[in-house]
């Protein structure tokens, strides 16, 4: 990941990430991980939950 690159973002990727290798992940566990790895804040968590409901609404 870049340095300097916001919290949200390296989440974002990392969920991106997981889920390209375990397509079959809790996406609420992989939120719940990512939000305390990258030390997000709730507005940032409710983003990535918002994230992938609408991924999921687009596959």
């Known amino acids: 990941m870049a340095a300097g690159e916001a919290p949200i973002k390296q989440a974002v990727k990392w969920i991106d990430d997981q889920l390209i290798d375990r397509p079959d992940a ?24 918002r994230h992938l409901a609408e991924r999921a609404r687009k596959k």
């Open 26 to 49: 809790d996406r609420v566990k992989l939120v719940d991980e990512a939000s305390r790895r990258f030390d997000l804040s709730p507005l940032d968590t409710d983003f990535l939950f």
